[in-house]
């Protein structure tokens, strides 16, 4: 872009001429490290370059190559059978209650799932996407936050939304878009938000959700900047390691760093994005290794194990939120148990037998229950009771939201703007009056308060 | 030497067409296409009386002599002042910004509230949607119109749509403002010279608006950034920066950001443009009345691209019964098939002759071609006569 070309240099020649730039205390100017002294002493053994600071010279030509690296650990606390693997961190910074209330919140989204995924296949709602095997990452890290701090979701994160108290109306009402849903049945199945719940809605653009977010948290700390009574909050932010290639993914991390956010960026990373699986998808040390390289705070964690997710994202929290405040980074290393979506097949592009071990050997649901039913918290009859009452529950929510009426029609002219435009009224008009003449062509009784709405 | 070289060639960026040695140098002989007279022209407030009557202000309010980037300076400092929510931030904000705009406000208000971000225009409008979603008031600043096509994805499919798929959520990024430099300079070439306002004017939830001046800029963008709940995409003719002068009150004021505005009366024919190409229909006008005698154009500035005041130019062109719509951008799908198709629908039966509607040809900014692609007075001049003989 020749334009910064030409710029440059006149921020340059603008701080001799003017000195509006002069330095006050406090202040950090990215061009501080270029202005002050000559560039270079003479025997120095450090560049000067502006572009990277504390660069000492050398006299080997070595070109870094990341396969000499060893790859970021994956912190865990439990192991696959339950076990504590590391007595000095047993993690008890909950309850037994709090424990067992994620537990059943993971239940929850793992007994919906099949529902769900079985109601889109008789053709009862139009779409659903499972989060099986990350309800661990989900539960686990939205445990550390407090209820004032902010999410942006992608949209595998149902169990962000229950442990934050989504209800399951809530969620039954969004799913079947009914006259309940907070999104007015504007939105695709999954795509799920809440005020009360400081969950901003869900959009289908991948990766959007993360330079926003990066934003969200720079207000939260202007807000706090100006108003000290305001709590210390952080955002919370989700997304795929597929969403990663994504530019906005780099876009975000770089300005949250720069600018100091107080954010905890999640990656979800099961290994597939759809059906590329993640060898196609990066070539370097997953997304964790991008971290250190927009000067982050990065840790790479189990995601099938909710104590390590858990104590990973309250030190995250910690960190987010001290001094000036900072971007953390959280790669939860998962396995996609599940298709896609409805609209998936991953036989397609993957072995059964390979998905199936995966379901056997290990996910956050049977590692915690085990850990529980050591420590004598739980039994098989607990578990057939949870299972019965979740899933009646479900169901009672699923045959109730799939009889409520549809949003108004109206309701698709609304909030485009804060007020209605002259041209959005004159559009219900006409759309109006064609429904008025072709009656037969069009239902307008499962829409809340008929035609009428469009006046 | 090089860094001169270097500073003097945004320099030329930035110089009125009159001055620079391109394309808008007047071909010897010319009667119609000579430079704009801004110190003469009557879009501009010549007089302090004029400026102060177009405001409804008393004979001793000050008025102050202002260009458009001291006009956008003063207004985004107002905003800062009055709201604390308000921020403003974009590549090179911080020093001033390389057209001046923001000359000064870093110092007075920190680097906390102005502030440069990495050079990534997805990122800005992204972090700028997030800083609105959480109730600020952003003010994000695209370098260049040319460049902000990054950031689309976040204007159209997030920024656009945030308040609807939030519904009953409440949540909405309506304090959002995107500032943008657009439009034609004489020597901007391919990625210096765009105007994309027809792209935007395609996305339900985005306003558009385009200020053709110093005061009317100060009191649409203060109305953007504090009195506007819907993003904003705020569109700023850079060949005026420096170009256009006039009287400016000194306080305050707002502008709707969905009204036209007539700026000349007239009976036989109305022409509707905005932004920079006022001028050369002021120009047009003046010379065809002289050449008509008993002629009387009607002059609209749009003013609001979209939502857009229909109401106003069919009262108009029901007046009048012909119309010609003059814009910079491409001819293919711009601002000007809008209207003209709107005009057809809402006066129809009162049209004398199609309307007419001069834009940029549906080509390039290539650098040399400049003089002969976007709108001069003398295609104006020619399509108002034509439209007048049909």
């Known amino acids: 872009?020749?334009?910064?070309?030409?710029?440059?240099?006149?921020?340059?020649?603008?701080?001799?001429?003017?000195?509006?730039?002069?330095?006050?205390?406090?202040?950090?100017?990215?061009?501080?490290?270029?202005?002050?002294?000559?560039?270079?002493?003479?025997?120095?053994?450090?560049?000067?370059?502006?572009?990277?600071?504390?660069?000492?010279?050398?006299?080997?030509?070595?070109?870094?190559?990341?396969?000499?690296?060893?790859?970021?650990?994956?912190?865990?606390?439990?192991?696959?059978?339950?076990?504590?693997?590391?007595?000095?961190?047993?993690?008890?910074?909950?309850?037994?209650?709090?424990?067992?209330?994620?537990?059943?919140?993971?239940l929850t989204v793992s007994i919906m799932d099949l529902i769900m995924f079985d109601a889109?296949?008789?053709?009862?709602?139009?779409?659903?996407?499972?989060s099986a095997g990350e309800e661990g990452i989900a539960v686990g890290s939205a445990s550390a936050l407090v209820p004032e701090d902010v999410c942006f979701l992608q949209y595998r994160e149902q169990g962000v939304l229950i442990q934050r108290g989504f209800t399951l109306k809530e969620m039954m009402s969004q799913l079947f878009a009914n006259k309940d849903d907070h999104g007015k049945g504007r939105n695709m199945p999954v795509h799920y938000g809440s005020g009360k719940l400081n969950v901003h809605t869900i959009s289908s653009?991948?990766?959007?959700?993360?330079?926003?977010?990066?934003?969200?948290?720079?207000?939260?700390?202007?807000?706090?900047?100006?108003?000290?009574?305001?709590?210390?909050?952080?955002?919370?932010?989700?997304?795929?390691?597929?969403?990663?290639?994504?530019?906005?993914?780099?876009?975000?991390?770089?300005?949250?760093?720069?600018?100091?956010?107080?954010?905890?960026?999640?990656?979800?990373?099961?290994?597939f994005a759809i059906s590329t699986a993640s060898i196609e998808q990066y070539k370097g040390d997953g997304i964790a290794s991008r971290g250190m390289g927009y000067g982050i705070d990065t840790i790479r964690v189990d995601g099938n194990d909710i104590f390590a997710v858990r104590e990973v994202m309250l030190e995250a929290r910690t960190r987010a939120l001290e001094g000036d405040c900072k971007p953390i980074l959280v790669e939860a290393m998962s396995?996609?148990?599940?298709?896609?979506?409805?609209?998936?097949?991953s036989f397609a592009y993957r072995a059964k037998r390979e998905v199936e071990e995966w379901k056997r050997r290990d996910n956050p649901i049977t590692r915690l229950r085990k850990w529980m039913e050591k420590k004598g918290l739980w039994d098989e009859d607990k578990e057939k009771e949870a299972r019965a009452s979740i899933r009646k529950e479900v169901l009672r929510e699923f045959s109730a939201a799939e009889k409520i009426k549809k949003p108004a029609l109206r309701e698709m002219f609304t909030d485009v703007y804060e007020e209605i435009t002259p041209e959005a009224r004159s559009q219900m008009e006409q759309l109006k009056a064609l429904i008025e003449k072709y009656p037969k062509e069009y239902d307008v009784s499962v829409h809340e308060g008929g035609l009428k709405s469009l006046e | 030497m090089l860094p001169y070289r270097r500073v003097s060639s945004i320099a030329r960026l930035l110089k009125v067409p009159s001055q620079s040695r391109h394309a808008s140098q007047a071909a010897t002989g010319a009667r119609l296409n000579k430079p704009i007279e801004y110190k003469k022209t009557p879009i501009l407030h010549q007089s302090q009386q004029s400026a102060r009557s177009a405001f409804d202000l008393s004979q001793d309010a000050p008025v102050d002599w202002q260009n458009l980037h001291g006009a956008i300076n003063t207004s985004l400092h107002h905003a800062l002042k009055t709201d604390e929510n308000v921020l403003l931030f974009g590549e090179d904000v911080a020093f001033g910004g390389v057209f001046r705009c923001s000359k000064g406000l870093a110092d007075e208000f920190g680097t906390g509230r102005v502030f440069n971000t990495p050079l990534s225009e997805q990122g800005i409008v992204g972090f700028a949607v997030g800083c609105?979603?959480?109730?600020?008031?952003?003010?994000?600043?695209?370098?260049?119109?040319?460049?902000?096509?990054?950031?689309?994805?976040?204007?159209?499919?997030?920024?656009?749509?945030?308040?609807?798929?939030?519904?009953?959520?409440?949540?909405?990024?309506?304090?959002?403002?995107?500032?943008?430099?657009?439009?034609?300079?004489?020597?901007?070439?391919?990625?210096?010279?765009?105007?994309?306002?027809?792209?935007?004017?395609?996305?339900?939830?985005?306003?558009?608006?385009?200020?053709?001046?110093?005061?009317?800029?100060?009191?649409?963008?203060?109305?953007?950034?504090?009195?506007s709940n819907d993003p904003v995409i705020f569109m700023e003719p850079k060949i005026l920066y420096r170009a256009a002068e006039e009287f400016v009150p000194r306080d305050a004021y707002t502008l709707p950001l969905d009204k036209a505005d007539v700026l000349k009366k007239g009976k036989d024919l109305t022409v509707i443009s905005y932004g920079q190409p006022l001028y050369l229909c002021s120009a047009a006008i003046e010379a065809l009345e002289k050449d008509i005698k008993g002629l009387s154009i009607e002059l609209i500035d749009l003013r609001a691209i979209y939502p857009w005041d229909r109401p106003t130019i069919m009262e108009s062109v029901n007046k009048t019964g012909r119309a010609v719509v003059v814009h910079e951008s491409m001819y293919n799908a711009g601002v000007g098939a809008e209207v003209a198709a709107s005009i057809q629908e809402g006066a129809f039966l009162r049209l004398e002759a199609p309307v007419g509607r001069v834009t940029g040809w549906s080509t390039h900014p290539g650098l040399i071609y400049e003089k002969f692609n976007v709108p001069d007075v003398t295609r104006i001049y020619d399509t108002m006569k034509k439209t007048l003989e049909f």
């Open chain 2, 132 to 227: 609105a979603a959480e109730g600020m008031k952003p003010v994000a600043e695209i370098q260049f119109a040319d460049y902000v096509y990054p950031a689309f994805d976040q204007l159209v499919n997030e920024a656009a749509k945030f308040r609807y798929r939030e519904g009953g959520t409440g949540g909405h990024c309506g304090g959002l403002v995107v500032r943008m430099p657009c439009g034609s300079v004489g020597h901007g070439g391919l990625y210096h010279s765009q105007s994309p306002e027809s792209l935007f004017t395609h996305v339900p939830g985005l306003r558009v608006v385009m200020p053709r001046s110093p005061s009317q800029a100060k009191g649409l963008l203060i109305s953007s950034i504090l009195n």
């Open chain 1, 1 to 106: 872009m020749k334009s910064r070309l030409v710029v440059r240099p006149l921020v340059g020649s603008c701080r001799y001429k003017t000195g509006v730039l002069s330095r006050r205390l406090g202040l950090r100017w990215a061009s501080d490290t270029w202005s002050s002294g000559p560039a270079q002493k003479p025997g120095s053994d450090s560049v000067n370059f502006p572009g990277a600071l504390n660069s000492k010279f050398t006299a080997t030509m070595k070109f870094h190559n990341p396969a000499e690296q060893t790859a970021i650990p994956t912190y865990r606390i439990m192991d696959a059978d339950g076990n504590i693997v590391d007595n000095t961190r047993d993690p008890q910074s909950a309850s037994d209650e709090e424990i067992i209330g994620w537990y059943k919140n993971m």
């Open chain 1, 205 to 271: 653009p991948l990766a959007t959700q993360i330079p926003q977010a990066s934003g969200a948290a720079y207000a939260l700390k202007m807000q706090r900047l100006i108003n000290p009574n305001v709590p210390p909050r952080i955002v919370a932010c989700y997304f795929g390691e597929g969403a990663a290639s994504e530019g906005d993914f780099h876009a975000a991390l770089n300005i949250a760093a720069t600018k100091s956010c107080p954010i905890v960026f999640v990656c979800r990373n099961n290994g």
């Open chain 1, 120 to 130: 889109q296949r008789q053709g009862r709602t139009s779409f659903y996407m499972v």
């Open chain 1, 335 to 345: 396995y996609r148990v599940s298709h896609h979506s409805t609209s998936d097949d």
